[in-house]
Nanobody, 116 residues
């Protein structure tokens, strides 16, 4: 499977962005999906995840209440709606898919820059 993340950009604090991650190949509807982010010199950190049917969602404490993860299995796409953005949300955001066999697939990152 190939994952293509897009939707990043430069915004002001308090603004919103929606990231998308489109999958091609594989069986997207059976994958648990997640978003991670990474800043220079730091480890990649978990942001949010959604189960394969979308029934369960998970969030890092730092984004809870501001970010919403969702998916559209008909469109093979997972989304991350980011509201009330803060400068500390600045990072490269990556999507990840995990299949039934616990194989992980990473997309390329999309840069989000939030200025104060």
């Amino acid at each position: 499977v190939q994952l293509q993340a897009y939707g990043g950009g430069s915004v002001q604090a308090g603004d919103s962005l929606r990231l998308s991650c489109a999958a091609s190949g594989g069986s997207f509807s059976t994958y648990n999906m997640a978003w991670f982010r990474q800043t220079a010199g730091m480890d990649r950190e978990f942001v949010s995840a959604i189960s394969w049917r979308g029934a369960s969602t998970y969030y890092a404490d730092s984004v809870k209440g501001r970010f919403t993860i969702s998916r559209d299995n008909d469109k093979n796409t997972v989304y991350l709606q980011m509201n009330s953005l803060k400068p500390e949300d600045t990072a490269v955001y990556y999507c990840k898919g995990r299949d039934w066999y616990q194989n992980d697939y990473w997309g390329q990152g999309t840069l989000v820059t939030v200025s104060s």
